[in-house]
């Protein structure tokens, strides 16, 4: 995989035409969090959750862009993606592992809807994959925790988790295959 901290020509700005064009020279606007996060609160779920998922298929495409996510290590894949991330302001993130699960750890949002930020993930590793990946809120305490599962095993870890069943627990009796 290409070096994924080389972020130059990520954003670009043109203050003669008032222009910032970002890495696939995509018109870009900056925007403070703060109206971001009024705009997210403010839209309905199936909305918030569409534009996330735009959102993070771009920062998905830029990922694709610097080199084979598939191919690469956890280590360059987590670097990769939390390069992304903080370009676009969301905050900083980590993979960890859980077993055989993959949960994304972001911290420092702007952004404290665990929902949009977990589109927002499920977009950029969707688009960066070239694979469908499904992806649930696994805690919102101490950052914003999101397994990264197939569709059904995230509904089942959701499901699990909305009956009181804690994420770590849900994430032994996922991988324990239980019911």
């Known amino acids: 995989m290409a070096n994924p901290l080389d972020l130059s020509g990520s954003v ?21 969090a703060s109206v971001l996060a009024a705009l997210v609160k403010a839209s309905p ?16 495409r830029g990922v694709a862009k610097r080199g084979a996510i598939l191919e690469a290590g956890l280590e360059e894949a987590a670097t990769a993606l939390a390069a992304q991330l903080a370009v676009g302001g969301l905050g900083t993130c980590n993979l960890e592992r859980w077993g055989k699960a993959l949960v994304v750890h972001v911290t420092d949002s702007p952004i404290d809807d665990a929902s949009f930020v977990a589109s927002v993930i499920e977009g950029a590793l969707s688009a960066a994959s070239a694979k469908a990946v499904s992806c ?13 599962a197939s569709e059904r095993g995230a509904l089942r870890v959701r499901g699990w988790i909305e009956q009181g069943t804690s994420w770590s627990d849900a994430l032994v009796r996922l991988q324990s295959g239980g019911s």
């Open 45 to 60: 779920t199936d909305t918030r959750a569409q534009v996330a998922r735009e959102l993070g298929a771009h920062l998905g």
């Open 136 to 148: 649930t809120v696994l805690t919102g305490d101490n950052g914003i925790r999101v397994l990264v």
């Open 12 to 32: 670009r700005f043109d203050l003669q035409s008032g222009t910032v064009r970002l890495f696939d020279d995509e018109k870009g606007v900056v925007v403070p």
